[in-house]
């Protein structure tokens, strides 16, 4: 990785915080409604796995995937859009927060369903294997999500057939608000997974540049090999599970040792150490990062809502009929 990608990676991280900050906030003012999950801490896992990816590659994510529609390349404007529920968002208002998708990008969906899109990813490593044309699918989770069937079941027939899937578990240490040591007996994610007979790493998901090394090595084998890899990021989010979470279950020292692991500070670090970098193209970086995410808000806020006729557009299947839109309940063993 030379300066220019490695400035260009903490300006994404830089995106991705400031954008979640002020979508919390709109959030909370009441501009958009649904269920709201931010990636603030996060970021150092997106950004470093999707900047390995290539054109073809794919990525699925779980509810928390605002963060990953920006490491994928889909805009500030798209993105807020999506969130504010107007036509000129990502999936044209009707996704949301929990369900982003960007067939340009490659981001498969978001998923409000813990572990609803393990299955997917795996599908779409399947449909690489098939096709053989050396693609790749990123499956990002949570560690909660280790504990559903899907999952499972998904990794065992990726390690069979041999599927050019990367798991990768963004092990925040909370499933919503129960800790790892309260949800599973053994805590050691990445052991956990050999059990599945897939190969397993563990990284520092704080450090961008520790990710991005190991997304190098995991993927250039999965596209050398088409077998599966799991990856155990450590990272921490530094907001509750989302908006309606008040975060009790945490000690505030907790997370202030957490925020000492800052991905965008550690990163700092790193490019001051190499000489790639100094505190006047921090300070730029963040003003430009700070405008961009205002005219994004500035875009959804103007945007038009979509007209009412819309929600039969990009639906499968034959539009419904006024009999099909009655009010009055269906008969048992029927249905519409």
Not at 81 to 101: I, N, P, Q, V
Not at 120 to 145: E, H, M, P, Q, W
Not at 150 to 176: D, F, G, Q, R
Request: proline fraction near 4%; charge should be negative; include cysteine.
């Amino acid at each position: 990785m030379d300066k220019d990608e490695a400035i260009k990676l903490y300006r994404l991280m830089r995106l991705i915080r400031r954008f979640e900050e002020r979508a919390r906030q709109m959030y909370t003012q009441g501009k958009f409604s649904g269920y709201f999950h931010t990636y603030n801490g996060q970021e150092a896992v997106a950004v470093g796995f999707c900047s390995v990816l290539r054109k073809g590659d794919t990525a699925v994510q779980s509810y928390r995937d605002h963060g990953t529609a920006l490491a994928l390349g889909c805009t500030a404007r798209e993105v807020m859009a999506e969130l504010y529920g107007k036509r000129t968002g990502m999936c044209k208002g009707k996704g949301g927060s929990m369900h982003l998708f960007s067939k340009e990008h490659g981001l498969l969906g978001g998923s409000g369903i813990v572990g609803g899109s393990i299955p997917i990813g795996t599908g779409a490593a399947f449909a690489s294997k098939y096709r053989g044309d050396g693609s790749v699918n990123l499956n990002f989770f949570g560690d909660g999500a280790m504990n559903i069937g899907t999952y499972h079941e998904s990794v065992n027939l990726a390690a069979l057939w041999k599927l050019p899937c990367i798991y990768i578990v963004e092990n925040n240490l909370y499933a919503m608000g129960t800790s790892l040591e309260r949800q599973m007996a053994n805590t050691d994610l990445a052991e956990r997974a050999k059990g599945d007979g897939i190969a397993t790493e563990k990284v520092d998901g704080q450090d961008v540049l520790a990710v991005r090394e190991v997304a190098e090595r995991v993927i250039g084998k999965a596209r050398e090999t088409g077998e599966p890899h799991f990856v155990e990021a450590l990272t921490y989010r530094f907001v509750p599970h989302g908006t309606a979470d008040p975060g009790t279950y945490r000690t505030k020292e907790e997370v202030a040792e957490w925020q000492q692991r800052d991905p965008i500070l550690v990163f700092e670090k790193h490019l001051l150490e190499r000489g790639w970098a100094d505190e006047e193209l921090f300070r730029v970086t963040t003003d430009e990062v700070r405008r961009e995410v205002e005219d994004s808000i500035d875009f959804s806020e103007e945007s038009p809502w979509p007209d009412p006729h819309e929600v039969w557009e990009d639906v499968t299947g034959p539009l419904p009929s006024p009999q099909n839109l009655s009010s009055e309940p269906t008969p048992a063993g029927g249905g519409r």
